[in-house]
């Protein structure tokens, strides 16, 4: 018997101690070879003898199982070794993005006003001349429509010069009050050092009862919003003209540069134009079914607010997707 415990012992394999188990415990195998001897043995020994080979059974099955249990681990471990990830090991150097700096500029901007509960409002960029023109008092014609150079389609259909058409949409839509902002993408005919033919607006507009909306609460929000954007500056309102409002307001905050003195940036006058703002007209409620409101709306050029916060010289460079400069705004 001692040869089979030594077996089970020594097992290096699940497979092996199959065998063994057939050799041992199978039908004719070890086991019943024992037992079959019985029949051959006195009977005042056989009490003796089938302790004895129950006794071996016993221990036998112990060994066995015991044996096929630690097999079954080992496996376990050497699958486990095998599969192991190395978290230690060095990964392939993958870049990580970041947001434009014309977006994290709009973002900032569309912070301020939805802090302040203007809605988000989006509108399409292919427009119709009623939309981006007539219904913000730009009839056919006007002189003022050359202030935008734009794409024209077939049948009256334009990109949108301004994303002032979303105040219409908006309006049209919605009764008042109104108290929303329009990001987004706009479109002319022109490049140069400070224009692309395409680049982003944020369009501003908030409508109430008449009588509601005053010119003092357009300046308070501005002068605010413009302290929020670049820090402690002065800001001015230059009186101006715009179809769609009036009085019609540009403003300008004391240069970030020089702080006033003059510089090449503020063209020595000490002061950067940074948005247009106005008393919505009449022919705009008009234009839109709306009766006895007041609001004031106002629009401004996020690259421009981009390039003065982050000091860049050339519109242009913002859209050349230049990894250097892109990599700078992480
Ligand atoms: N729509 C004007 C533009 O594209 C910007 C603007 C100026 C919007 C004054 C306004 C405003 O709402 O009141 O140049």
Excluded at 171 to 185: D, E, L, S, V, Y
Excluded at 201 to 216: I, N, Y
């Amino acid at each position: 018997m001692k040869e089979w415990y030594d077996a089970i012992e020594s097992a290096e394999s699940v497979g092996k101690l199959e065998e063994i188990r057939i050799a041992v415990f199978g039908k004719k195998g070890v086991l019943a070879g024992e037992f079959a001897k019985m029949k051959s043995i006195p009977n005042e020994e056989k009490g003796a003898f089938a302790k004895t080979l129950n006794t071996h059974k016993a221990a036998l099955t112990a060994a066995f199982n015991a044996r096929k249990e630690l097999l079954a681990l080992e496996a376990l471990e050497a699958a486990m070794k095998a599969e192991a990830i190395d978290v230690t090991l060095y990964s392939r150097k993958s870049g990580r993005g970041a947001l434009h700096p014309v977006m994290q500029t709009m973002d900032r901007i569309v912070e301020y006003f939805t802090a302040m509960n203007f809605s988000v409002k989006t509108g399409p960029m292919v427009e119709d001349d009623f939309h981006n023109f007539e219904a913000l008092n730009l009839p056919k014609y006007h002189p003022a429509r050359d202030m935008q150079d734009t794409f024209y389609f077939k049948d009256e259909m334009l990109l949108r010069t301004h994303t002032s058409p979303v105040q219409i949409r908006t309006m049209m839509r919605h009764k008042p009050p109104i108290r929303m902002i329009a990001p987004g993408a706009v479109f002319r005919r022109d490049y140069d050092l400070t224009h692309t033919p395409m680049f982003h607006q944020v369009e501003g507009l908030l409508v109430d009862e008449e009588g509601k909306v005053s010119f003092a609460n357009l300046k308070f929000i501005l002068e605010d919003f413009l302290k929020y954007m670049f820090g402690d500056v002065d800001v001015r309102f230059r009186p101006s003209f715009f179809p769609f409002t009036e009085p019609s307001a540009e403003v300008d905050i004391s240069c970030i540069f020089c702080k006033g003195d003059g510089c090449r940036v503020c063209s020595k006058t000490g002061w950067l134009e940074v948005l247009g703002c106005g008393i919505v007209d009449p022919n705009v409620f008009k234009a839109v079914g709306y009766e006895e409101v007041s609001g004031y709306a106002f629009g401004l050029g996020v690259e421009r607010f981009a390039m003065l916060i982050h000091r860049i010289g050339d519109l242009r460079s913002l859209f050349e997707g230049d990894i250097r400069l892109l990599e700078q705004f992480q």
